[in-house]
């Protein structure tokens, strides 16, 4: 079975051994790895099942101001305080809601083809994932500021709606691009929850976010591809609503948010779970032995009756022992991967 052949079955929800994993990193964490292993190339030895291409609105460097970045949508980016790898923004562009002061950018056609042709052109068995970053929500409070949003999703109902119209068909023509070229599943990435619940309730939810979600799922799945979606937080008020709408796989599952048996056991036949093992929590924190335990049984529980793909709940972030990742992985790989691989 090739690692493709792994992460379909496993979308399909059919048993699967080995479990397919990935792994990611933000920059600082694979910059603290590659320094303790003195290997700089050392993601390439991982094994991981799944390889992707990304666009998020990439970020250039702002001349004059070290630590500023701009984005293809004008979002300038300060990346000097705790978050290093994203960063904050600077102002919002949006003063007031009135979509007048602001038109997003057409989308860099030639940019886009090129980074979608790469991904089909690698030569790799693995499953194959375009990704769409800050696909809606995101983008909108990065245009607007995350509290002007939410207040204007009660204030300013109208502007929200056009606002979010506007930014669902620039996504939607990024997957008239997208669908041109070969690959297995596209990827949305919006963080709609927090600790406890969703960001800005399920009423809004479903008023605002749902209906473009949809058409968007709807583009994917009539070009044949699975449908794999990221938010950070609890969301599971609106997993019924996302099984409907045709998600196949949910990614991030935060196992100090849910209850990892429970959501198995009501959602586990429709939904995928991709990730499960905690960054918030495990990594940082726990001793080797505590992080290989612990993610043998989140293993063990989330991959009854396939429909998991293993992984840590996020890009793994600088606070990370890289003797917990070496753990991991050598659950990961029932031991093919281990702390001897690299003389360690």
């Known amino acids: 079975m090739t690692r493709r052949e792994a992460v379909q079955n496993a979308i399909l929800h059919h048993p699967t051994e080995p479990v397919p994993y990935s792994v990611f990193f933000t920059a600082q964490e694979r910059q603290r790895v590659a320094d303790w292993l003195g290997d700089p190339h050392f993601t390439d030895r991982l094994g991981g099942y799944i390889s992707t291409c990304d666009y998020s609105g990439d970020c250039v460097p702002v001349e004059g101001r070290p630590g500023y970045f701009r984005d293809d949508f004008g979002v300038v980016w300060n990346r000097n305080g705790v978050d290093k790898d994203i960063g904050v923004i600077e102002r919002p562009l949006f003063a007031e809601p009135d979509l007048s ?3 997003l950018p057409a989308p860099d056609e030639a940019k886009l083809h090129a980074r979608f042709r790469a991904l089909e052109a690698q030569k790799t068995e693995n499953y194959k994932i375009a990704m769409l970053g800050f696909s809606l929500f995101e983008r909108a409070w990065t245009l607007c500021g995350m509290e002007e949003l939410l207040t204007y999703m009660i204030t300013d109902e109208e502007f929200v709606e056009g606002l ?37 309730g399920p009423r809004c939810w479903r008023k605002y976010i749902a209906p473009c979600v949809r058409k968007m799922y709807e583009r994917v799945r ?13 969301i599971h008020e609106v997993f019924g609503d996302l099984i409907d709408m045709g998600l196949n796989v949910y990614q991030t599952f935060q196992p100090e948010i ?26 940082p924190y726990a001793t080797p032995q505590e992080v290989r335990e612990t993610t043998r049984r989140i293993i063990g529980t989330l991959n009854r009756n396939g ?38």
């Open 164 to 200: 979010f119209e506007e930014i669902t068909n620039w996504n939607l023509a990024v997957l008239d691009i997208a669908l041109q070229y070969s690959f297995d599943a596209f990827h949305f990435g919006d963080d709609w929850g927090q600790q406890r619940g969703l960001i800005m």
């Open 307 to 344: 429909g998991y793909i293993a992984a840590p709940t996020h890009s793994v972030p600088g606070d990370v022992p890289p003797e917990n990742i070496l753990a991991m992985l050598e659950v990961f790989t029932d031991g093919r991967l281990s702390a001897s691989l690299w003389g360690k």
């Open 101 to 103: 002061l602001y038109r």
């Open 222 to 234: 009539r070009a044949g591809r699975a449908v794999s979606q990221h938010s950070c937080g609890d």
């Open 258 to 283: 849910y209850d990892i048996e429970k959501m198995k056991r009501e959602y586990g036949g429709d939904l995928t779970f991709w990730g499960g093992i905690s960054t918030q929590k495990l990594l």
